[in-house]
């Protein structure tokens, strides 16, 4: 970990805190534009559940804590980056009760969700930008086929380039663009 890379929760109860982040090398930290975008379009995370699936460094899963989120999984394959997220939880002290922590495999970490009977009101996909429609496909699928949400889930895609605007069971219902930056929200096309 470079602790010159720092990121810093926008708002919350852990408002201005400062999170260190992996090598640049095997992250992309959603900037401070981008998730404020995200968490102003996401308007009660009161008692809510969060899957951030490709969580990096951890800032957009602890920033959806710090809003209110009452748990919230983060999965990174890199075992950098899970050691990362693991120090950022210790540091701001966030308790146990509130998260879920996995380094495993994208589709590893949805069937440990669903061991835990998980199911999320918010799912954020944030991953590599070398990912295209038909990955994206076998992620959400599993999603859906495991019941890892409910029928007012809300899922949300970070990514280079604009989505279709269905993929598997979910439709697109709002896009922002933030130069070259797209945040994608997913509404379920029929019912769970």
Same mark, same amino acid.
């Given at each position: 970990?470079h602790?010159?890379?720092?990121?810093?929760?926008?708002?919350?109860?852990?408002?201005?805190?400062?999170?260190?982040?992996?090598?640049?090398? &095997?992250?992309?930290?959603?900037?401070?534009?981008?998730?404020?975008?995200?968490?102003?379009? $996401?308007?009660?995370?009161?008692?809510?559940?969060?899957?951030?699936?490709?969580?990096g460094?951890?800032?957009?899963?602890i920033e959806?804590?710090?809003?209110?989120?009452?748990?919230?999984?983060?999965?990174?394959?890199?075992?950098?980056?899970?050691?990362?997220?693991?120090?950022?939880?210790?540091?701001?002290e &966030?308790?146990?009760n509130?998260?879920? $922590?996995?380094?495993?495999?994208?589709?590893?970490a949805?069937r440990?969700?669903?061991?835990?009977?998980?199911s999320f009101?918010y799912?954020?996909?944030?991953p590599?930008?070398?990912?295209?429609?038909?990955?994206?496909?076998?992620?959400?699928?599993?999603?859906?086929?495991l019941? $890892?949400?409910?029928?007012d889930?809300?899922?949300i895609?970070?990514?280079?380039?604009?989505?279709?605007?269905?993929?598997s069971?979910?439709?697109?219902?709002?896009?922002?663009?933030y130069?070259?930056?797209?945040?994608?929200?997913y509404? $379920?096309?029929?019912?769970?």
């Amino acid at each position: 970990m470079h602790k010159d890379n720092s990121v810093r929760i926008i708002s919350g109860i852990y408002r201005s805190r400062i999170l260190t982040i992996p090598s640049l090398s &095997i992250t992309r930290p959603s900037k401070d534009r981008v998730r404020e975008a995200l968490f102003s379009s $996401l308007t009660n995370l009161e008692n809510k559940t969060f899957l951030d699936l490709y969580a990096g460094s951890g800032v957009v899963g602890i920033e959806s804590i710090s809003r209110g989120v009452s748990l919230c999984v983060f999965n990174d394959l890199s075992r950098e980056a899970y050691k990362c997220i693991k120090n950022n939880l210790k540091i701001l002290e &966030i308790p146990q009760n509130k998260y879920f $922590l996995f380094n495993l495999d994208d589709l590893s970490a949805l069937r440990a969700c669903e061991e835990n009977n998980l199911s999320f009101d918010y799912i954020y996909l944030d991953p590599p930008y070398i990912f295209n429609n038909d990955n994206f496909e076998t992620i959400l699928n599993k999603i859906y086929s495991l019941k $890892l949400i409910k029928n007012d889930s809300i899922l949300i895609i970070e990514s280079d380039k604009y989505l279709n605007e269905k993929i598997s069971f979910f439709e697109l219902f709002k896009n922002k663009k933030y130069k070259d930056t797209y945040l994608l929200f997913y509404k $379920l096309s029929k019912k769970v």
